[in-house]
C-alpha cells in the first residue's frame, strides 16, 4: 500500500520541482558567462577556460550573447567591472555618469574629490553656497568651527552665547562659573552658593548639615542621625528596636524584623498567634497553608 502511494504521488512531485529547477537554470544562465562545454573548440573568441570547472568564461570587457562573447561598448573616461548584468561599466575618477556617458566633475576652487570620486565637498573652513562653489565660512569674533551636517558651522567660546551672527558675552554674576550651554542662563552657582533672584547667594548651613550637590532645594542636608524640621537639623528619637533608614523623608527609622510601629514613636514584638509566621515586610505575620487569617487567628479552611 505505501509503495502504490508512493509511485501515484511521483508525477506530483517531480511536477512541483520542475518550475524551481527552471529558475535555477535560468538564474545561472543570467548571472554567468560560463557554459558547459569541456571541448575547447567549442570556445568562442574572446573567451578562456575556465580555471576551476570544464566551462569557459568571456574575457574582461566581453559578455557572453547567444553563444558568443560580444565587446562591451564602454564610453570615454570609463572602464570595464566585472559585473554580469547591468552596464558592465563604471566612470573613472573625477568623472559622473549622465545617461550612457561620463561626464567630469568640476571641482570648485576650495573644494577636493571625496574618496568615492564621484563628488565634491569643501574644504574645511568653507561651506557649499550652492552646486557649484564654496564660499568661507564667516566665524564670529570669540567663536570657533566646527564640524556639522546641519545648523551653524561654528560655535562660540566658553563665556559666550550664540546670538544670530555674533558670540555675545554671557553675564556671570559673582561667584558663578559658564556652563556652555545653549539653554537656560549660561552659568551655575559655585559649590557653596545658589541662585537666588539672578545671582548666587551663600548657602546658610544650620547646625548638624553638610553641603548638597544638588542645584534645587535648601543647597544643604542633614547628617546622618539628623533630619530636616523647619529648617533646622533635629536629632531623630530612635526608639527601642528600631534602625535609621537614612532616608530625608518620614520619621527616618524603621522597625526591627518582628517588630511593628504602632504609634510612630515606639517598636512592639508582634504576636503571633498559632500555625502563623512573620511575612515578607517582616512587621507583619501572614497564615501558614494550609490556614487562613480570620482578624487575629489562624482557621483552617
Not at 548666587?200 to 532645594?217: H, I, K, M, R, Y
Not at 523647619?230 to 523623608?249: Q, S
Amino acid at each position: 500500500m505505501k509503495y502504490r502511494l508512493l509511485r501515484a504521488l511521483r508525477p506530483v512531485m517531480v511536477a512541483g520541482l520542475l518550475p524551481a529547477l527552471s529558475f535555477l537554470v535560468g538564474f545561472q544562465t543570467a548571472h554567468a558567462q560560463t557554459v558547459a562545454a569541456p571541448a575547447a573548440a567549442e570556445m568562442p573568441e574572446n573567451a578562456h577556460m575556465m580555471r576551476y570547472s570544464d566551462g569557459w568564461a568571456c574575457d574582461h570587457g566581453y559578455r557572453m550573447s547567444d553563444g558568443a562573447c560580444v565587446e562591451i561598448s564602454i564610453p570615454p573616461n570609463a572602464y570595464a567591472t566585472s559585473s554580469n548584468y547591468g552596464r558592465a561599466w563604471d566612470c573613472d575618477r573625477g568623472f559622473r555618469r549622465t545617461e550612457n556617458a561620463c561626464v567630469q566633475i568640476l571641482v570648485p576652487a576650495n573644494a577636493y574629490l571625496t574618496s568615492a570620486g564621484d563628488q565634491w565637498s569643501c574644504e574645511r573652513g568653507f561651506e557649499k553656497t550652492d552646486e557649484q562653489s564654496c564660499a568661507g565660512i564667516k566665524v564670529p569674533v570669540n567663536g570657533y568651527l566646527v564640524e556639522s551636517t546641519y545648523g551653524n558651522s561654528w560655535k562660540c567660546n566658553r563665556g559666550y552665547r550664540s546670538d544670530r551672527h555674533d558670540c555675545v558675552a554671557i553675564a556671570i554674576p559673582e561667584h558663578a562659573f559658564a556652563t556652555n550651554t545653549s539653554h537656560g542662563s549660561g552659568w551655575e552657582c559655585e559649590r557653596g552658593y545658589r541662585t537666588v533672584d539672578g545671582a548666587c547667594a551663600a548657602v546658610v548651613l544650620p547646625d548638624n548639615a553638610f553641603l548638597s550637590d544638588s542645584t534645587t532645594g535648601s543647597g544643604w542636608e542633614c547628617h546622618r542621625n539628623f533630619r530636616t524640621v523647619d529648617g533646622a537639623c533635629r536629632k531623630i528619637a530612635l526608639p527601642k528596636h528600631a534602625y535609621l533608614t537614612g532616608t530625608p523623608y518620614g520619621s527616618g527609622w524603621a522597625c526591627e524584623r518582628g517588630f511593628r510601629d504602632t504609634d510612630g514613636r515606639s517598636c512592639t514584638a508582634l504576636v503571633l498567634p498559632d500555625h502563623a509566621q512573620i511575612d515578607y515586610s517582616g512587621n507583619n505575620w501572614e497564615c501558614t497553608p494550609p490556614y487562613r487569617r480570620k482578624q487575629d487567628a489562624c482557621v483552617s479552611r
